[in-house]
């Protein structure tokens, strides 16, 4: 009798929270009675079993779209609040994060027909499909932008990998810069093909030694270029993404 007394003592100490039953547990109501206390990093461990009261229970209920061999988003957890990074980091590392209940799907739509979008998720991350699957399936690839969501031409620029070429260059001494599409070293020989080369360079730049130099990030700058684009007076929009064609580096 002691023992299933003490079992269900020990159980009642360190339960986590259920969040399909949205049952709570008095221990968390005492960790967390400053409710901003959910969002600081020294919490995080007591976060983890307490998700119901901090209302984070979608938080950590997804997988960052890329393993950690291609972004290692355990090695950058501590920018996840970074003023600097933390829109980078929310769309790059949601799980890490604990920016889950932030869905993807609220920031851009599918192009695509959501159902065959993610029949064809193992593609986002391939060299032969990144721009067709960015562009039809951005919100499955989870490539859309926080700041997306004005007209078609401004979320297709939008919803291309902007971050990057900040990312490499503040964290060039590190690992950062990688590789973001999973058969990069299968296709070295297309890094200096002119007709793969802008891709290659975007999408493998690890392996191509394209971390850092000028280039253009999407592939529909010279499109834009027609349009106006290079005229327009953000420097910043412009080096971002079209900073070859440009003529800004």
């Known amino acids: 009798m002691l023992i299933i007394y003490c079992i269900i003592l020990i159980h009642s100490v360190y339960a986590k929270e259920d969040c399909d ?3 709570r547990e008095e221990r968390c109501r005492e960790i967390f009675k400053q409710i901003e206390d959910c969002s600081q990093e020294s919490y995080k461990t007591q976060l983890m079993d307490c998700l119901v009261t901090c209302g984070k229970c979608g938080a950590f209920s997804c997988n960052n779209p890329q393993p950690d061999t291609m972004l290692n988003c355990t090695a950058l957890a501590p920018q996840c609040e970074s003023t600097l990074w933390r829109n980078f ?13 932030l869905k993807n799907a609220n920031l851009c739509k599918d192009a695509s027909n959501s159902v065959i979008c993610s029949n064809m998720q193992q593609f986002c991350n391939s060299v032969d499909y990144y721009d067709q699957m ?6 499955t690839c989870n490539r859309c932008s926080a700041a997306a969501g004005g007209d078609k031409q401004t979320s297709e620029l939008l919803s291309n990998i902007a971050p990057i070429r900040k990312l490499i260059h503040c964290f060039a001494a590190t690992t950062v810069c990688t590789d973001f599409a999973r058969d990069c070293a299968s296709r070295t020989a ?3 093909n002119p007709q793969y080369e802008g891709l290659m360079h975007r999408v493998c730049a690890k392996t191509c030694n394209k971390c850092d130099g000028c ?3 999407s592939s529909r700058c010279q499109t834009w270029a027609s349009h106006g684009f290079c005229k327009n007076k953000d420097q910043n929009m412009k080096m971002k993404y079209c900073a070859k064609t440009c003529m800004l580096c």
């Open 134 to 139: 960015t562009y039809a399936c951005a919100s």
């Open 190 to 192: 297309l890094c200096n």
């Open 89 to 101: 980091m929310k769309d790059k590392c949601p799980a890490t994060c604990g920016k889950c209940d």
């Open 215 to 217: 280039y253009d990030y």
């Open 21 to 23: 039953r949205s049952t």
